[in-house]
Every structure is written in structure tokens, then in C-alpha cells.
């Protein structure tokens, strides 16, 4: 098994690189970067979802003002039933914008099958956009794969 040895790599390297007495240095202008307005309420909303039991404590971890901020979002989400705070997942992170055309892109590269069961699963205001196969028949004894997949590949196109 090889060690690395970081201390000897950066001694040769500043070998090979040109003294600092050759080349004056530039001043270098400071920049400041504005403060990013961070959607802290998604933010805490996302900790609460994935990482609920370290959440006060990932939330904790942000710049004072913030954090507090941060950390009375997540004591709202927390006190929500669980149904509310999927309802509010769905909402802030729903559908992507090209979603619809996705959708369609995919009912037209299945197969026949497929095609047939992810259209019976749609929701009406999604159905309504393929009017092409409105008068199709849905099978009612579609394998549970089946069904699954339909769901599965529904979900991908419009998230």
C-alpha cells in the first residue's frame, strides 16, 4: 500500500515554480459579492423531509440571523400533520416546468401496452392533452409490473 505524502509533493512543486523574488506580485482588488437571499424556507423544508431527527442541527449550521429564521420554518413544518407537509413538498417542488412536453414525449415512444396504462393513470388535467388516444380501451388486468412501471416513468417525466 503506497502513502501519499502531501508535504513532499508541495516541496517539489514550489521547486519548479519561480521564485517570489523574481516577480513582483499585483495587488489584488477585493471583491465583494453581495449576500445571497437564501430560500431558507425550502431550505428548512427539505431538512425536515430527509433529515428530520439532525435537523436542527444541519439548520443551526447557517449564519446567526438565518439560522433562526431557518429553524422557526422547520418548528412549522414539524408541528404540520405528515399529509400537510407532503402537500407542501408537492407544492414547492412539484412539476418541472417541461414537464408537459416530457409526458408527451414519453406516451409517444412507449409501447402500445405502456402507453395504454400510463394514459389510464393520468390525471384528467394531464389526459386532456392527448385527445388521440381518449377513445382508447384501458385494460383492466394489467400485470402489477406493469402498472408500476407506468406510474414509475409518469413520475420521471414530470419531476
Not at 12 to 36: D, G, I, Q
Not at 46 to 71: H, N
Request: hydrophobic content about 45%; aromatic content about 4%; some cysteine.
Amino acid at each position: 500500500m503506497d502513502v501519499t505524502r502531501v508535504g513532499r509533493v508541495l516541496r517539489k512543486a514550489r521547486k519548479l515554480l519561480p521564485s517570489r523574488m523574481e516577480a513582483p506580485r499585483a495587488p489584488v482588488a477585493e471583491v465583494t459579492l453581495p449576500a445571497l437571499s437564501l430560500p431558507l424556507e425550502r431550505i428548512a423544508l427539505v431538512v425536515c423531509v430527509l433529515a428530520r431527527e439532525r435537523a436542527a442541527e444541519l439548520l443551526g449550521g447557517l449564519v446567526d440571523a438565518e439560522a433562526g429564521r431557518a429553524l422557526r420554518h422547520l418548528e412549522r413544518f414539524a408541528a404540520m400533520p405528515s399529509a400537510q407537509r407532503q402537500a407542501k413538498v408537492a407544492v414547492e417542488f412539484g412539476e418541472r416546468a417541461d414537464g408537459a412536453n416530457r409526458l408527451a414525449l414519453f406516451l409517444e415512444t412507449a409501447p402500445e401496452a405502456l402507453r395504454q396504462e400510463a394514459f389510464r393513470g393520468l390525471p384528467p388535467y394531464h389526459r386532456s392533452r392527448f385527445p388521440q388516444w381518449e377513445g382508447a380501451e384501458s385494460r383492466a388486468d394489467a400485470a402489477p409490473a406493469l402498472t408500476a412501471l407506468a406510474e414509475r416513468r409518469i413520475r420521471e417525466a414530470l419531476r
